[in-house]
Antibody
């Protein structure tokens, strides 16, 4: 059973860059697609984008200008950078495995990132 | 983006009840629909994929159906562990989008 774990700062200042890493264990990152999803407190879920082990990406158009994803197959990790953050980017950020065309069958526990000065 | 609308937003039910949650898409999604359960402070958990396929390890009291733009999640006999929030998700057109959620609470 593959497991995912997010890591990164829990507090980011406005206008700075949010950076998170997801470590995959119990399986290889060299299959499937790997996603970032966020959930503002008390609200619904939003897909940020996904990356394949080859490095190809697909981003949500609403965030595309601020998002960069990367993958490190040697460490079985993939990462998210979101630039020019505002309070509206405060959310729990989840990494997840995207499978069977687009459903998410494995999730990390989630990482709360607060944007505040 | 495809909009996903769930109803009801809140559902009050008792243990043993049959429960149905509806999800409507703003355009056809070719049965590329999943359902998730989320408990407070936890990540969502996949229940159903491709409209009606039960994820491994998910109890058989959960089932999914539908086509076109209208889909349902049914819990045949509600158990204490099932009080949670449920989300639908379309993955026919990127960005994948989720419904706003249905909270199933104790009556």
């Amino acid at each position: 059973q593959v497991q995912l774990q997010e890591s990164g700062p829990g507090l980011v200042k406005p206008s700075e860059t949010l950076s998170l890493t997801c470590t995959v264990s119990g399986g290889s990152i060299n299959t499937d697609f790997w996603s970032w999803i966020r959930q503002p407190p008390g609200k619904g879920l939003e897909c940020i984008g996904y990356i394949y082990y080859s490095g190809s990406t697909n981003y949500n158009p609403s965030l595309k200008s601020r998002v960069t994803m990367s993958v490190d197959t040697s460490k079985n990790q993939f990462s998210l950078k979101l630039s020019s953050v505002t309070a509206a980017d405060t959310a729990v950020y989840y990494c997840a495995r995207q499978n069977r065309g687009g459903s998410f069958d494995s999730w990390g526990h989630g990482s709360l990132v607060t944007v505040s000065s | 983006d495809i909009q996903m609308t769930q109803s009801p937003s809140i559902l009050s039910a008792s243990v043993g009840d049959r429960v149905t949650i509806t999800c409507r898409a703003s355009q056809t999604i070719n049965n590329w629909l999943a359902w998730y359960q989320q408990k407070p402070g936890k990540a969502p958990n996949l229940l159903i994929y491709k409209t009606s396929n039960l994820e491994s390890g998910v109890p058989s009291r959960f089932s999914g159906s539908g086509s076109g733009t209208e889909f349902t999640l049914t819990i045949s006999s509600l158990q204490p562990d099932d009080f949670a929030t449920y989300f639908c998700q379309q993955y026919n057109n990127y960005p994948w989008t989720f419904g706003q959620g249905t909270k199933v609470e104790i009556k």
